[in-house]
């Protein structure tokens, strides 16, 4: 198949050089590269961030991003992009009358507003995946919404409208069939990790003698970080080791710093409690690897990569119960799952953990079998390719073979060559 994913505002080039480690970046560089592995030819659509980008990009063979012209060609934060979003669809919508693929396959709420619009006008059929649902937030101490008023209403539309939605979780499945979208145009397809990184065995990172907690993630309010930085004060003989950094379009991971270390002032743990700032991503593993205790308190989760990175490196983990934990960790054999916002109940927790080395390592035995298992990107790329071929046999339209070809597309169609279906 020829698949075009859209991404407009985040892009997988920026994944793979370490400058953006969200984990819609990544979702979508390793998608890419994981369907193009299995033979089909991937083309990503993101915005133009730069004047000097070229028009298209190798991201491995058989896959390619393409930079659309929308709005002024430099970075900008997420809250500023929806007025670029029009402009974005009308140069998609001009590719695809032009170059067609044989499916489209839409990443976040934006995205997914552009594509739609642009699929209908190419008879494209148009896969959703939101990676965040305005529904799923929960807007906890005082943090203001900055969404756009239309977010949810853009949402349910695109939900609606789209041939199939993919949900990363259970959880975003059921909101969606409380949304109207009938139950059999919603399939579940986790996110996933690499397996060959984030894995038991590899470098260990240094450490002292305390034993270790580790909170690794982008520093915004609703990780919950405070709340793992307050817990500290019940776990007196550990050290706490915060690695992150500005979350991607601007600062906000700076002011976040700056009101945990007044937290940790507060809490009286400030001096077991040290701030890396932002990890390179080939460093992260080893820093799992090196924790006694790995947790991911957010109050609101859409997946819960982090998590899932950690598991896969055998660390013992305690998360939120929300999103996507409550399918990723099996609770009390792969990991602890708790309330968010419940320092005491953590603290208490994680006590006992540190103490009960037995468990942390059996904890860490399940977890790194279940990732292996169940989340690795050709496991996740073979569901993804379950449900593009559900959506083509609904239209009726099935793919052919695609023959071997070299280049920055193998396996896909030269621009401008008709499109692989039976019919359209």
Not at 161 to 182: F, M, N, P, Y
Not at 374 to 396: D, H, K
Request: with cysteine; glycine share 10%; net charge neutral.
């Amino acid at each position: 198949m020829r698949i075009d994913m859209v991404s407009e505002h985040a892009s997988p080039l920026a994944a793979l050089d370490g400058t953006d480690t969200s984990g819609q970046n990544v979702h979508v560089a390793e998608l890419a590269r994981a369907l193009a592995a299995r033979g089909h030819g991937v083309v990503v659509h993101t915005r133009r961030t730069s004047a000097d980008l070229p028009g298209e990009v190798e991201l491995c063979s058989g896959a390619c991003v393409r930079h659309v012209d929308a709005g002024p060609p430099e970075p900008l934060g997420r809250d500023d992009l929806p007025q670029h979003t029009d402009a974005f669809a009308e140069n998609l919508a001009r590719a695809w009358a032009q170059d067609p693929p044989d499916l489209a396959h839409a990443h976040y709420w934006m995205s997914g507003r552009a594509a739609l619009r642009a699929a209908a006008a190419a008879d494209v059929p148009l896969v959703q995946t939101f990676h965040a649902l305005l529904a799923l937030k929960r807007i906890r101490d005082g943090a203001p919404d900055t969404d756009p008023p239309g977010r949810g209403r853009v949402e349910t539309t695109v939900a609606r409208r789209a041939d199939l939605v993919i949900a990363t979780s259970t959880q975003e499945q059921r909101v969606l069939r409380e949304r109207g979208v009938a139950p059999d145009r919603v399939a579940v397809v986790p996110s996933g990790i690499d397996l060959e990184r984030f894995r038991p065995e590899g470098p260990t990172g240094p450490r002292g003698e305390a034993p270790r907690v580790l909170c690794l993630g982008r520093l915004v309010r609703r990780k919950g970080v405070d709340t793992v930085v307050r817990a500290m004060a019940g776990v007196p003989e550990a050290e706490l080791v915060v690695a992150g950094g500005p979350g991607p379009g601007g600062g906000e991971g700076d002011g976040e710093a700056g009101r945990l270390r007044a937290v940790a002032e507060e809490a009286g743990v400030a001096d077991r409690v040290r701030f890396l700032g932002p990890v390179a991503r080939e460093d992260v593993p080893s820093h799992y690897r090196a924790a006694d205790l790995v947790v991911n308190m957010p109050v609101f989760e859409p997946f819960g990569i982090t998590t899932l990175e950690a598991m896969g490196c055998g660390a013992p983990v305690i998360a939120s119960a929300v999103g996507g934990h409550l399918d990723t960790v099996v609770n009390d054999v792969t990991g602890r799952l708790l309330p968010p916002a419940r320092p005491r109940a953590l603290a208490f927790r994680m006590r006992r953990l540190l103490a009960d080395p037995v468990t942390r390592e059996g904890y860490g035995f399940a977890a790194a079998d279940r990732v292996a298992a169940r989340y690795g990107w050709q496991t996740v790329a073979a569901r993804t390719e379950r449900c593009y071929e559900r959506v083509l046999r609904a239209r009726g339209r099935e793919p052919d073979p695609v023959p071997e070809r070299t280049g920055a597309l193998a396996g896909a169609r030269p621009h401008g060559e008709a499109p692989h279906t039976a019919s359209r």
